[in-house]
Each structure stands twice: as structure tokens, then as C-alpha cells.
């Protein structure tokens, strides 16, 4: 396949900073300072999307965190939800499936587009989905769909296999083959240029790739690697695992810059798997989702923990999506049991 223009930035020549913020003080300050507890934040507003509770083996979310759609995928089939919790869509995939055949979702920034993964190894599109809009059925892995990213709100996509394959697509056209896993893909990220993507897997390595090409093989973590996510200028990435360790890494040269979550400190962050990873798009914040509902929130700039967030219920849900809105003002959260959560930026 040949390479899509977007993929093709030039190579600007890094200006590496002297010192990164997050990596002067995350490693030491950042986890003394959730050893001492920070303040807990409620959310501004809680919504019960229609479908839940159920268990969350049988329910995978995606968070268009824009618009606070979210696009769930469980035993009522494939549904889109507003941000009020009204029922928007129910997306018919032509194929009358059961849940077992659906593997992962994803939704576009602005909702745009919504994509589902299935285990033959094809993906289901939906440009601008509506109730009786029927997807694109797009073939591109040899074994089932693990993990889509979409770029923003457009349609440069990128999909990850059980089989270790990842696909760049464009449009719903396949635009890069890659291979370098030897897992399945369990994590996906593109930078806001699109020129970076990182896919993690389940054996706990990151592969970072710059146009196309493999620059940085990572041995990030011990377990599986659930969540990526770079920083707007790309500077750094995060990646969280289920190791519970949540690190930051230099895109200059690789290296580990800061472990900003090791499983220690106060609960209800001790020992909790990272499920999901946020930067807000000014880089100043970044949040972090756990195993119980928890969302650890980051300020950047001093490395220091600054609040945790209850995006959970009595039952202690996962984090199973997490994002900032676009213009950095909301943090959306959605937790297993099928509720979104929201926290004004301003109150942190």
C-alpha cells in the first residue's frame, strides 16, 4: 500500500527542552503527593445511559469527548447515546450479530464517525451514523479487531489486531500496512498532526511509529497495556498498563521520562490497573482511570497530583473511556457500569 499524504509530514528538527516539566518533578513529587491524598472531586453532572448497569465483559464504550456522545457496544447490540443519556441510534451492522462477534469500538472526537471492530476481522463504519444508516464493512486484519483510534474528528483511522497487524486507514480506504507485534493489539494513539502513531499490546510492549515507519520499540510494561495518549505537541507519551504503572515517555529519543502512577499510594488509586489515559489540549493536565472508578487527574507543569475524581458508583465500575473536550474545557468520564461523568476544567 502506499503511504496517504497525511501520514507524510516532513521531519521538523525537535527542539528538545533542557528539561521537560513532567519529568523534573513526576517521579518524585508525583508520587509523594498521591501518597498524601489529594482533595476528591465529585462530578458536575452524572448520567445513567439507558442501557445500563450491566456487567462490564459485557459492555465496551467509546467516548466522543466533543460532543459527550458515547457509543456503547453490549447485548442490545451497537448503540449511540447523547450526552443527556437519550438513546440517539441503535447501528445495524447488516449482519443481525451477537455481542460476541463485536471487539472493540471507537468514536471520533465530534461523533463524527463511529467504527466497530469484529472478530472475522473486518471493521464496521459509520460516517455521520444514524438510526437505519448502513456501515462500511472495511477488511483489513487477518484475525479480530482489537483496538481503532480515530484522528480527531476525521476520517484517518487506525486499527490494531489480534494477531499483532495494524492498518492506517483514510476515508475507509486502506491507506499503511504495519507489522512489529509479536501480541495481540491491545492500544492505540495518534498525535494531533497525525505524523505519530503508538500501538500497545497485550505483552506489555509500545511501538511508537513516525510516518509510517518504526522509530521506538518500548518495553513499557510487565502486563498488558491498556491506554495511550501523546501530548499535543507530541513531545511525550503516556502509557498505562495493567501492571498499574502509568509512565511518560521522551519522543525525542525514547527514553523514560517519569513513572507518574507505580500502584502505590492512597487509595482508591493503590494497585489499580490503568484502564484509560487523557491529555488535555493545552498539555497542562492529564487523568488517569482505574479499576475502580477512580480517575487520578495530573497537573503537567509541577508533576504533581492534584485531585482525584469519583467517576464511579457504589459498585466501583472501571473507567472504561475517558477525554477531554476539544477545546480543554469538560472531562468527560464513562465507567463500566454505563454512566458519563463530567468535571468542569476549571474547577481543577
Do not use: K
Not at 21 to 45: E, I, K
Not at 68 to 97: H, P, Q
Not at 142 to 158: C, E, K, N, P, Q
Not at 285 to 313: C, K, N, P, Q
Amino acid at each position: 500500500m502506499n503511504t496517504h499524504p497525511v501520514l507524510e509530514h516532513g521531519c521538523a528538527a525537535w527542539l528538545r527542552a533542557a528539561v521537560l516539566a513532567l519529568a523534573m518533578a513526576a517521579s518524585t513529587h508525583g508520587r509523594a503527593a498521591l501518597a498524601q491524598s489529594p482533595p476528591v472531586l465529585a462530578p458536575s453532572a452524572t448520567v445513567i445511559l439507558g442501557e445500563g448497569p450491566y456487567p462490564l465483559q459485557q459492555q465496551t464504550y467509546a467516548l466522543a469527548a466533543d460532543v459527550g456522545r458515547v457509543a456503547t457496544i453490549g447485548t442490545r447490540g451497537i448503540l449511540l447515546w447523547d450526552g443527556g443519556g437519550r438513546l440517539l441510534a441503535a447501528l445495524e451492522d447488516g449482519g443481525n450479530r451477537r455481542f460476541e462477534w463485536y471487539s472493540a469500538v471507537a468514536a471520533s472526537a465530534g461523533g463524527r464517525h463511529v467504527a466497530v471492530g469484529l472478530r472475522d476481522g473486518r471493521i464496521a463504519l459509520w460516517d455521520r451514523p444514524s438510526a437505519g444508516a448502513a456501515p462500511r464493512l472495511l477488511e483489513g486484519h487477518g484475525d479480530r479487531v482489537t483496538a481503532i483510534a480515530f484522528l480527531g474528528d476525521s476520517g484517518v483511522m487506525t486499527s490494531g489486531g489480534g494477531d499483532g497487524s495494524l492498518v492506517f486507514w483514510v476515508d475507509g480506504n486502506p491507506a499503511l500496512a504495519l507489522a512489529g507485534h509479536d501480541h495481540a493489539v491491545t492500544a492505540l494513539a495518534l498525535s494531533a498532526d497525525g505524523r505519530w502513531l503508538a500501538s500497545g499490546d497485550d505483552g506489555g510492549t509500545v511501538l511508537v511509529w513516525e510516518a509510517g515507519a518504526l522509530r521506538y520499540r518500548l518495553q513499557a510494561h510487565a502486563e498488558a497495556v491498556y491506554a495511550l495518549a501523546f501530548s499535543p505537541d507530541a513531545r511525550w507519551l503516556a502509557s498505562g498498563g495493567r501492571d498499574a504503572r502509568l509512565l511518560a515517555w521522551d519522543m525525542a529519543d525514547g527514553r523514560a521520562l517519569a513513572t507518574i502512577h507505580d500502584g502505590a499510594g492512597a487509595a482508591p488509586l493503590a494497585r489499580s490497573p490503568v484502564y484509560a489515559v487523557s491529555v488535555s489540549p493545552d498539555g497542562a493536565w492529564l487523568a488517569f482511570g482505574g479499576m475502580r472508578g477512580e480517575i487520578g487527574l495530573w497537573e503537567v507543569a509541577t508533576g504533581r497530583a492534584r485531585a482525584i475524581l469519583l467517576g464511579r458508583d457504589q459498585n466501583g465500575y472501571p473507567i472504561a473511556a475517558l477525554g477531554f473536550s476539544s477545546d480543554g474545557t469538560v472531562l468527560s468520564a464513562v465507567s463500566g457500569e454505563g454512566t458519563l461523568r463530567q468535571w468542569p476544567v476549571g474547577r481543577f
